[in-house]
């Protein structure tokens, strides 16, 4: 049974920082891509980082680039999520995501259940 489940999530400033992490279980984690989405209420989820299962291949969406950087520790079986410089419009329910290939859409294969992100003006 696959399972991904995140944490690090919490309360910040705006301006501030968080690392969001996201424990995997059940799978080869080592030949899984892995993703961050994010989701409000009442608004679709969207896209924010990926990763291949080497590391060596990134992707943000334009909202969180040069802000976030995605990382990973295939011998921990974790991928992370370092946020810095936040914005209120960064606040949204947190999740991260597996699949085979690198991409944007959410045609991934597996789902965490969330971490909440709250960023205060």
């Known amino acids: 049974q696959v399972q991904l489940v995140e944490s690090g999530g919490g309360l910040v400033q705006a301006g501030g920082s968080l690392r969001l992490s996201c424990a995997a279980s059940?799978?080869?984690?080592?030949?899984?891509?892995m993703g961050w989405f994010r989701q409000n209420p009442g608004k679709e989820r969207e896209f924010v980082a990926a990763?291949?299962?080497?590391?060596?291949?990134?992707l943000y969406a334009d909202s969180v680039k040069g802000r976030f950087t995605i990382s990973r520790d295939n011998a921990k079986n974790t991928v992370y999520l370092q946020m810095i410089t936040l914005k209120p419009e960064d606040t949204a329910d947190y999740y991260c995501?597996?699949?085979?290939?690198?991409?944007?859409?959410?045609?991934?294969?597996?789902w965490g259940r969330g971490t909440q992100v709250t960023v205060s003006s």
């Open positions: 990763i291949s299962w080497s590391g060596s291949s990134t």
């Open positions: 995501a597996a699949t085979r290939l690198l991409r944007r859409d959410r045609l991934y294969d597996y």
């Open positions: 059940g799978l080869t984690f080592s030949s899984y891509v």
